[in-house]
């Protein structure tokens, strides 16, 4: 003798705890509405159950195929809501290269931060908050200087009269570190900067908290000239709701030569994500009003042509 338990939440189920006793082997008082149905059976024989002249056959294995098939669609549910859903934490969006020939090109304009934070290097060094080089440094005005273009006071495709930051290895590139205690306990979620002038090709990566890497960026758009020229520069930046603790840019042989270093903290919004969950979740109710309406028609159809009077 075997012993099942179902969910008497099947609507079929649940008349035939209504009707109850049961016969043909049900255990009698076991089948209260609202309470989980035991039904118990002998050798997997079909089912047999009947009460004031009217028998169902097979009722509970269908039910618990049916059960079975209810909880197969809600896990299926849930690993697919869970599988959308854990991504968002920590999901960043990686920008550039763009052209980028003042602070106006910068694609967090317009944004809202919590703290904000741009160096041009103008000052002849960096002077902002939480942010640590590895290599190079300021460099002043010259022939050879390839500093953002506006900040000579003039877009005039060369940035010679202004200031950036220089580090003589660009393959080994310059990592600014961010420290989060000297930014009020956050680290930037946006983080960009912008490459004036170097070799082919450009490699930035941007690292989140636990320093793992949140994505590389390549860029080839070095126009050979080391004159202060602007038309090849571009910025290349991040966004991250989980942080970013450092940036990386690179490029191929030389040296390598920045300028307007930025970041900022800003709540991220993932409408996309919202979005999702909202088809998700209007799914989940498209599929549990149809599973509902089939329910109903099949006990219906039951009711009309399956139970034989005895
Ligand atoms: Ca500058
Ligand atoms: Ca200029
Ligand atoms: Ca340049």
Not at 229 to 238: L, S, V
Request: charged share 20%; glycine share 14%; with cysteine.
């Amino acid at each position: 003798m075997q012993a099942l338990v179902l969910n008497a939440r099947d609507r079929g189920v649940r008349q035939n705890c209504r009707n109850s006793p049961l016969d043909a082997g049900v255990q009698p008082g076991a089948c209260a509405v609202g309470s989980r149905l035991t039904v118990i059976y002998e050798n997997h024989e079909p089912f047999r159950a009947r009460w004031a002249g009217r028998s169902w056959r097979n009722e509970p294995p269908a039910a618990l195929a049916r059960a079975r098939r209810g909880f197969h669609w809600f896990a299926a549910v849930a690993a697919c809501l869970v599988g959308f859903l854990m991504p968002v934490e920590g999901r960043a969006q990686l920008l550039g290269p763009t052209p980028y020939l003042s602070s106006n090109d910068s694609p967090f304009v317009g944004i809202t931060f919590s703290y904000f934070h741009l160096e041009n290097m103008e000052s002849g060094a960096i002077m902002v908050p939480g942010v640590t080089p590895s290599a190079g440094g300021v460099i002043n005005p010259s022939f050879f200087t390839d500093s953002v273009d506006a900040d000579d006071g003039a877009i005039d495709g060369f940035g010679r009269l202004g200031h950036s930051f220089f580090s003589n290895d660009g393959p080994v590139g310059i990592r600014f570190t961010f420290t989060a205690s000297a930014l009020g306990g956050d680290l930037p979620t946006h983080v960009g900067i912008v490459w004036t002038d170097g070799t082919n090709a450009i490699r930035f990566e941007a690292f989140d908290a636990a320093n793992n890497s949140l994505g590389v960026v390549t860029g080839n758009h070095a126009d050979g000239s080391f004159g202060g020229q602007t038309g090849e520069d571009r910025f290349y930046g991040i966004i991250s709701s989980g942080g970013v603790s450092s940036i990386l840019i690179q490029n191929g042989g030389g040296g390598i030569e920045v300028d307007h270093l930025q970041y900022g903290f800003a709540v991220v919004p993932e409408p996309a994500a919202f979005a999702l969950s909202g088809v998700a979740v209007s799914g989940l109710a498209a599929c549990l009003w149809r599973r509902r309406r089939r329910r109903r028609r099949k006990v219906a159809a039951g009711r009309k042509s399956s139970p034989d009077r005895r």
